[in-house]
């Protein structure tokens, strides 16, 4: 009998801001994860923002689906974007071995000399958050995309083009990882 390649979804990781992180039910995308934060407070239009490096693990899940809940605080321009990225490292300290100018620590994020738009080129494209036009205090969920991480280590990269900024607080906005593993039996 032939062998059944089949797929699970492994340990999860949430990129959210730890001092205030609270999901209603509804907008809550996390499965006890690993949590990695991300402070994605106010961010403006047109701006990033970097997360703390993060270890996948030697033995890492070979591709993540990728799923995100933002809070943006007017109302955003139908079809604009949320692109996220993901700096890959060969490096676990936090400042080491990144890519296109990232810190490895969870800060603003505008490249090599401020040029976010050349630096974001050399990053990995996770996939985009398409949104719609819902007034404030709408929490805005979709799937971003399913990318393989190219190194061990890493982080996030949210760059902001929905032509408003976010929330003022980030209770909802979160951005989860699901690592899927092959299982062969």
Not at 50 to 61: E, M, T, W, Y
Not at 139 to 145: L, N, P, R
Request: glycine share 8%; hydrophobic share 45%.
């Amino acid at each position: 009998m032939p062998n059944e390649v089949l797929r699970k979804v492994g340990d999860q990781l949430c990129f959210r801001d730890s001092t205030d992180f609270g999901p209603a039910a509804a907008n809550d995308l996390t499965q006890s994860p690993t949590n990695v934060q991300i402070d994605m407070t106010s961010l403006a239009d047109a701006a990033a923002r970097q997360s703390d490096k993060v270890d996948l693990g030697a033995r890492r899940a070979p591709a993540y689906s990728v799923m995100a809940a933002f809070e943006i605080a007017a109302t955003p321009t139908a079809g604009d974007l949320i692109e996220l990225y993901w700096a890959p490292s060969t490096d676990a300290i936090a400042a080491n071995g990144n890519p296109g100018g990232v810190g490895g620590s969870d800060a603003a994020y505008a490249g090599y000399s401020a040029n976010l738009a050349a630096s974001v080129k050399q990053l990995q494209l996770i996939g985009t958050f398409v949104c719609t036009a819902q007034a404030t205090g709408t929490v805005q969920i979709a799937y971003v995309g399913t990318f393989s991480p190219a190194e061990r280590y890493g982080a996030l990269v949210v760059k902001n083009e929905s032509n408003a900024a976010f929330h003022s607080d980030m209770v909802e906005s979160h951005v989860v990882f699901d690592p899927i593993i092959d299982e062969v039996q």
